[in-house]
């Protein structure tokens, strides 16, 4: 797999922060909310689908916060899971059946930045844009609170195109199949359970979906690599001085 490929799919998660614009302060700041009651956590994990120019994406990202994260990655393009490890600002990648490599340094540190921007407190209510309120939404069997933000963008690709934008107050007429973003939250524990990008009348066939959990006992540990320094045995007493 070569290195611009990796890239694209190392990075498809980065765009799981933006949000769009639409009217109300209330509902903004419960949007805010509910991201920094997420930042708090132990950790969560996030399922998404997408649909790029690479076909279709599934991944799947585990965070512990403050600082690690595992992500993994099938596509149309790399149907073999891609398993990422980013742990401080190192990393270590894996296809399906290889052994773990460390990933390149320029990577790594692209892939631990955006871990932070998504974990980390630079993300302010002033840099969400504007959300309103849809009030009780249900999807599947469960009821959230939902709220929608507009884009003027094109629906995310892949990871190298840039991340939304808010989109330009008007006072023209809505098109019904503009681009929006949706963020449902539990009303029970006020913590996001779902994200998806779609056009304002198709938002029950979105183009981006991210379903969020809240496992508890989530682990993330420096994998085993050819070439690693063995680990010194917990009980390893030092070499005696003669």
Not at 55 to 81: C, F, H
Not at 178 to 207: C, H, Q
Not at 212 to 239: N, R, W
Request: with cysteine; net charge neutral; proline share 9%.
């Amino acid at each position: 797999m070569n290195k611009q490929t990796m890239c694209r799919l190392l990075t498809a998660f980065s765009i799981l922060v933006a949000a769009g614009s639409a009217s109300h302060a209330a509902c903004k700041d419960e949007v805010a909310t509910a991201l920094e009651r997420q930042r708090k956590t132990s950790g969560f994990s996030m399922k998404t689908k997408m649909l790029s120019e690479q076909g279709l994406v599934d991944m799947t990202v585990e965070y512990v916060l403050p600082n690690r994260m595992r992500q993994v990655i099938t596509s149309t393009a790399e149907p073999k899971p891609v398993e990422t490890i980013i742990i401080g600002r190192d990393g270590w990648s894996r296809m399906e059946g290889e052994d773990w490599r460390p990933l390149h340094p320029q990577i790594a540190d692209a892939m631990a930045a955006q871990m932070q921007e998504t974990l980390g407190d630079n993300q302010e209510a002033t840099t969400l844009g504007d959300f309103e309120c849809l009030g009780k939404q249900t999807v599947g069997d469960k009821q959230y609170l939902a709220y929608l933000g507009e884009n003027n963008d094109q629906p995310p690709g892949d990871g190298n195109q840039p991340k939304m934008k808010p989109a330009a107050k008007s006072d023209a007429p809505k098109s019904p199949g503009r681009p929006v973003r949706v963020i449902y939250v539990d009303p029970t524990t006020g913590l996001p359970a779902r994200s998806i990008f779609a056009r304002a009348n198709m938002l029950e066939k979105p183009i981006f979906e991210a379903v969020y959990a809240y496992p508890a006992d989530i682990k993330i540990e420096t994998p085993k690599f050819p070439g690693a320094p063995a680990d010194k045995p917990a009980d390893a007493k030092p070499d005696d001085k003669k």
